[in-house]
């Protein structure tokens, strides 16, 4: 079982920065999930070091995408 943690950190100059951490990458391919999420969110981003970081605020947003997904909603930790 996985906890997905979905927090907001200030980046440089302050810019935000949405950060996902706790997806499971044995059996799930990092780089896909983060292109479909710059895809909906319409933002820039990358999945590296397991870690999906899009730019700007889109927690809530990212929230539903992976509900939608098919991730538990029990199992994601808005931060």
């Known amino acids: 079982?996985?906890?997905?943690?979905?927090?907001?950190?200030t980046r440089k100059f302050g810019?935000?920065?949405t950060i996902l951490?706790?997806?499971n990458d044995k059996?799930?391919?990092?780089?896909s999930i983060a292109q479909k999420l710059k895809g909906f969110c319409a933002c820039g981003?990358?999945?590296?070091?397991?870690?999906?970081i899009l730019q700007g605020d889109h927690r809530e947003k990212v929230r539903q995408y992976l509900i939608k997904l098919?991730?538990?909603?029990?199992n994601i930790e808005l931060q």
């Open 21 to 23: 951490d706790g997806i």
């Open 45 to 52: 981003g990358t999945a590296k070091n397991g870690q999906i």
């Open 15 to 17: 810019k935000p920065a």
């Open 27 to 31: 059996n799930t391919d990092l780089a």
């Open 70 to 74: 098919g991730y538990p909603e029990e």
């Open 1 to 9: 079982q996985q906890r997905i943690r979905i927090r907001l950190e």
